[in-house]
């Protein structure tokens, strides 16, 4: 029987446990899914609500769902005019990364 290695360099701490499973609760959602992939994917590295919004929900739900995307630390935002712009906070990216690299 052939010993394999491991899949991780340590288990994962209670802080770091905990942290994981808020950002993986809010993106278990598919809508939350989908704003934050479009923001993560927009050209400009940032996205304006009037941008992202047409995920098949009302305005409404949307804020709803961005509002928990950043209460969870996946995103930030900075109000500009009528307008908000939301970016992925870079040390979200990196802390998922860190997880699921083991």
Known sequence: MAVSSPRA???FSEADALQGAVMFKALSDPVRLRLFSRIA???SGEACVCDISD???SQSTVSHHL???RDAGLLTAER????????VAPAALNSMRRMLDG
């Open 80 to 87: 500009r005019g009528t307008w908000v712009y939301h970016r």
């Open 55 to 57: 995920v098949g929900v």
């Open 9 to 11: 360099s340590a288990p």
């Open 41 to 43: 994917a927009h050209p």
């Open 67 to 69: 509002k928990k995307l």
